[in-house]
């Protein structure tokens, strides 16, 4: 059964971030980011000499994009459950333009946006600390 033109009208958008999301997977499986300052620096780590929440991932997705977990893990532990909650919020995303939902929040409010905000900084706490080093990339 075909889609009437007005749904796959409304499924551009979510096709576009298809789209780019394969493009750059596809980038950073081609172009080696454990190769120093391929990508450039992170400014953070440049500036303050501490890991952010997001050093190491690019490595962690360029493991992901060659089937190495372990190695992606290792690189940025956050990686894979960040992976999983954009493809579940780009899943519901579809749901809803394809059903003919009205817009509105997919199920972040203020309270999930706190707690990511406190886990972030716990995180890039921990992983800069003598007994977080397994956690820095």
């Known amino acids: 059964m075909t889609a009437p033109a007005e749904t796959r009208g ?21 172009r080696d980011p454990h190769v120093s300052h ?22 962690a997705m360029n493991n992901l994009t060659n089937g190495d977990v372990v190695g992606s893990l290792s690189s940025n532990v956050l990686i894979v459950p ?23 929040k997919i199920v972040f409010t203020k309270v999930h946006g706190a707690v ?13 600390t003598p007994w977080g080093t397994w956690l820095s990339p």
Request: glycine letters at 12%; proline letters at 5%; charged letters at 10%.
């Open 38 to 59: 391929s990508y450039g620096v992170c400014p953070f780590h440049e500036l303050t000499g501490l890991w952010c929440p997001g050093c190491g991932g690019l490595r």
């Open 82 to 104: 960040v992976l999983l909650l954009a493809a579940l919020a780009w899943l519901m995303w579809v749901d809803r333009l394809w059903h003919d939902r009205p817009r509105g």
């Open 10 to 30: 409304r499924l551009l958008a979510p096709l576009g971030a298809a789209v780019a999301g394969v493009g750059a997977l596809t980038l950073l499986h081609f």
């Open 116 to 128: 990511l905000a406190v886990a972030l900084v716990g995180f890039t706490v921990l992983r800069n």
